[in-house]
């Protein structure tokens, strides 16, 4: 195996999801603004997975896609459990769901921004699929990005013009199993 | 995926090239310097490739942010590098991360933003107006993700006019966005008769 090969880097673009079981693997989310990049991750069977979510729910009509949290959620949970990970393993850690910008007078309707919406739809999920949220970088006004390493499940993520930080360290215990 | 014939793009390309043309000659007025467009392209993409548009999805930019409100709902947003502004705002002897030096750069979105809705508004008898700019400096990806669906619009494909400002003499570009929001480019091409 090439050395390029050890260190591969999957990106889920927007409305996509990447999922890996091999100990190499980095999975990726450039440039989240007011999309959520949800990361599944099992430690111990090393496999995590990660969704690049758009909107909190689909519409009434249209095929149900990644895009949206209601679909992506579950979709992402299937493709890690079918990788090897056991659902009373999972840590859940969020980034993004950031407000850049107001848009007054627009069809928002003065409602909630979409990324805080975002990040809400998600953990609605969430909670239905008895997964924990582990740890968190959302809100605010800044774009980030986040990366995952599939051999130890750690999370780092960067804000525009700053430094990366780690997120969710492997050194943090294993959970009991529930 | 095709959702404007040729025969559309290329009447919203040549709204652009006179938007954007107007907007320049603004452009050129505030610095005091000669200023020059590109051809514009005007284009329907798939969100994550519009999203790529400018550049890398994690290089930074200043982005100026100009929402458009009235007939039809839509964002000019203005892609400004680093250098590009320092640029920019050297000309006022300001920094572009300094509180004038957003200013300036507000300034600079307000003026190419309303000289190229003004054109839009005029060819297509729409009326249009602008909203104050937002200055922001972050990755380009999330600006432009932002912009596409921050009103949380569920679309696939977004159209994207697209241009860069050039400052001449001085090492100084932008790319200059038009983003409608979906509905509003069939409003728009309903008014050009297409």
């Given at each position: 195996m ?17 999922a ?10 450039v ?17 995590a997975g990660?969704?690049?979510i ?73 909670q ?24 130890d499940?750690?999370v ?10 780690e ?12 | 995926m ?28 505030l610095l ?9 392209t ?18 930074e ?52 933003g309303?000289s ?7 060819m297509?008898g ?12 972050d990755?380009?990806g999330?600006?432009?993700?932002s ?48």
């Open positions: 090439s050395v390029a090969a050890l260190h591969q880097e999957h990106l889920a673009r927007m409305g996509q999801q990447v890996s079981a091999q100990a190499g693997d980095v999975l990726a989310c440039g989240l603004g007011s999309c959520i990049g949800l990361a599944l991750i099992d430690r111990r069977a090393s496999v990660l969704a690049h758009m909107l909190p729910s689909s519409p009434a009509a249209g095929q149900p896609n990644g895009k949206h949290a209601d679909y992506a959620v579950p979709a992402l949970l299937e493709e890690v459990l079918a990788l090897g990970g056991a659902r009373h393993r999972l840590d859940a850690v969020l980034v993004g769901g950031a407000a850049m910008f107001t848009f007054g007078g627009s069809t928002d309707g003065g409602g909630a921004q979409i990324g805080a919406r975002n990040d809400e739809a998600v953990r609605t999920e969430l239905k699929l008895r997964v924990h949220v582990r740890a968190e970088a959302t809100g605010g006004t800044r774009g980030r990005t986040m990366r995952v390493r599939v051999a499940g750690t780092v993520f960067k804000e525009a013009g700053g430094a990366e930080v997120l969710f360290s492997n050194a943090l215990p294993l959970r009991a199993a529930a | 095709s959702l404007y014939t040729d025969l559309q793009l290329d009447a919203l390309r040549e709204l652009a090239n006179i938007g954007s043309g107007q907007a320049a000659a603004s452009l050129s007025t005091g310097k000669p200023t020059d467009i590109s051809v514009p005007a284009a329907a993409l798939p969100l994550a490739d519009a999203v790529a548009i400018a550049g890398e999805p994690e290089e930019r200043h982005g100026i942010l100009v929402p458009i409100i009235g007939d039809m709902s839509a964002a000019v947003v203005l892609l400004v590098p680093e250098e590009d502004a320092h640029t920019l705002c050297s000309v006022y002897g300001l920094d572009p991360h300094s509180e004038d030096g957003r200013s300036m750069l507000q300034e600079v979105g307000n003026i190419l309303t190229y809705i003004n054109v839009l508004a005029q297509t729409m009326d249009l107006e602008p909203a104050p700019p937002q200055v922001v400096h990755m380009l999330a600006i432009l993700a912009v596409l669906i921050g009103r949380g619009e569920d679309i696939d494909v977004a159209l994207v006019l697209d241009s860069n400002i050039t400052v001449e003499g001085e090492a100084c570009s932008m790319s200059f966005l038009l983003l409608p929001e979906n509905g509003g480019v069939e409003d728009l091409l309903g008014r050009l008769g297409l």
